[in-house]
């Protein structure tokens, strides 16, 4: 299908919405730029058989951000000799996460395509639209942290480290990768094994204010989202708390890229997904591309879900 250039997403109502692109009605926003075709082409790609698994530890960050509570685990002992478990303060966006389209709204036109009506009030929207789908696809790991480190100048983990359009495409270009309709984005910052690393009381005084602690991630300009509209990305995760460059303000609209990410352009946006494995596995054997499969929580009206990840190669 055509679809407009974010410079045409512009003169839309609202400015710099994909709203209707994919239909009056739709609900999945970007995602709908995976076809099957796009899931066949995928898998010739792997060649290896390597599998990859892109979900973090549930218990990470510990404590968790964002002032979200820890998960407690509890094994039941069954009748029949067997156990049963149980989660208990389980917040689904707490580690590695994909934020559904009921996410974020925009402070002025409110949520994707229009809608007012969600979370408590409607399913709209919800985590259930991409898991009765599924989202499958090539992978382009864009390794941001090598990247820098090779051009002597590597990337801190623990400031605010803004990575705009051009940058993206620096390290697209040393990679030596085209991007294609329908990709899934995966760009690593190397901020989980940084905080793996951490002390407890480091872990602790990141959690208690995390949002004056800086970390790398997108820049909040137009130039990002242009690049990340025209290269025809259907989803964007990175190993960060936000996507984002932290800190953000969430209070102004200039101060948080989610409001347009999300809201106006309706696209899948990943966090805290765990990279260095295959990062590490990519550039040992010279190929940043393969399949990506995610089966998100099937709940109406989730508003996140840990993306049950896999790459394959």
Same mark, same amino acid.
């Given at each position: 299908?055509?679809?407009?250039? &974010?410079?045409?997403?512009?003169?839309r109502?609202? #400015?710099?919405?994909?709203?209707?692109?994919?239909?009056?009605?739709d609900?999945?926003?970007? %995602?709908?730029?995976?076809?099957?075709?796009?899931? %066949?082409?995928?898998?010739?790609? %792997?060649?290896?058989?390597?599998?990859?698994?892109?979900?973090?530890?549930?218990?990470? #960050?510990?404590?968790?951000?964002?002032?979200?509570?820890s998960?407690?685990h509890?094994?039941? =002992?069954?009748?029949?000799?067997?156990n049963?478990?149980?989660?208990?303060?389980? &917040?689904?966006? *707490?580690?590695?996460?994909w934020?559904?389209?009921?996410?974020?709204?925009h402070?002025?036109?409110?949520?994707?395509?229009?809608?007012?009506?969600?979370?408590?009030?409607?399913?709209?929207?919800?985590? =259930?639209?991409? *898991?009765?789908?599924?989202?499958?696809?090539?992978?382009?790991?864009?390794?941001? *942290?090598? &990247?820098?480190?090779?051009?002597?100048? #590597?990337?801190? #983990?623990? /400031?605010?480290?803004?990575?705009?359009? /051009?940058?993206?495409?620096?390290?697209?270009? =040393?990679?030596?990768?085209?991007?294609?309709?329908?990709?899934?984005?995966?760009?690593?910052?190397?901020?989980?094994e940084?905080?793996?690393?951490?002390?407890?009381? =480091?872990?602790?005084?990141?959690?208690?204010?995390?949002?004056?602690?800086?970390?790398?991630?997108?820049?909040?300009?137009?130039?990002?989202?242009?690049?990340?509209?025209?290269?025809?990305?259907?989803?964007?995760?990175?190993?960060?708390?936000?996507?984002?460059?932290?800190?953000?303000?969430?209070?102004?609209?200039?101060?948080?890229?989610?409001?347009?990410?999300?809201?106006?352009?309706?696209?899948? %946006?990943g966090?805290?997904? @765990?990279?260095?494995?295959?990062?590490?596995? @990519?550039?040992?054997?010279?190929? @940043?591309?393969?399949?990506?499969t995610?089966?998100?929580?099937?709940?109406?009206g989730?508003?996140?879900?840990?993306?049950? *990840?896999?790459?394959?190669?």
């Amino acid at each position: 299908m055509h679809e407009p250039t &974010y410079q045409e997403l512009s003169v839309r109502t609202p #400015p710099g919405s994909s709203w209707g692109v994919f239909g009056a009605e739709d609900e999945a926003g970007t %995602v709908n730029r995976l076809e099957p075709a796009h899931v %066949v082409d995928a898998a010739r790609l %792997v060649r290896d058989g390597r599998v990859f698994p892109l979900d973090w530890d549930l218990g990470l #960050p510990d404590p968790p951000l964002f002032g979200r509570q820890s998960m407690t685990h509890t094994v039941i =002992q069954a009748d029949n000799g067997g156990n049963d478990d149980r989660y208990d303060g389980f &917040y689904p966006q *707490a580690s590695s996460q994909w934020d559904a389209l009921s996410h974020i709204a925009h402070p002025e036109h409110g949520f994707y395509n229009g809608r007012r009506k969600v979370g408590e009030a409607s399913d709209n929207l919800g985590i =259930q639209v991409w *898991a009765e789908r599924g989202i499958a696809g090539r992978f382009v790991l864009l390794d941001a *942290a090598r &990247y820098r480190a090779e051009q002597g100048i #590597p990337i801190d #983990p623990g /400031a605010s480290v803004p990575f705009d359009a /051009a940058d993206l495409e620096a390290v697209r270009e =040393q990679h030596g990768v085209d991007l294609r309709r329908g990709d899934i984005l995966l760009i690593r910052f190397g901020w989980t094994e940084w905080y793996e690393n951490l002390s407890m009381p =480091q872990r602790r005084r990141l959690a208690i204010d995390t949002e004056s602690h800086g970390s790398p991630g997108l820049a909040r300009t137009e130039a990002i989202l242009e690049w990340l509209w025209d290269n025809g990305i259907s989803a964007v995760a990175a190993d960060v708390p936000a996507l984002e460059a932290l800190p953000f303000d969430n209070l102004h609209l200039e101060g948080f890229l989610h409001f347009r990410l999300i809201a106006l352009l309706g696209m899948a %946006v990943g966090e805290m997904f @765990c990279l260095d494995r295959l990062a590490e596995y @990519c550039h040992e054997n010279g190929r @940043c591309t393969g399949l990506f499969t995610s089966a998100p929580l099937h709940k109406r009206g989730g508003i996140g879900s840990p993306p049950n *990840a896999l790459a394959l190669v």
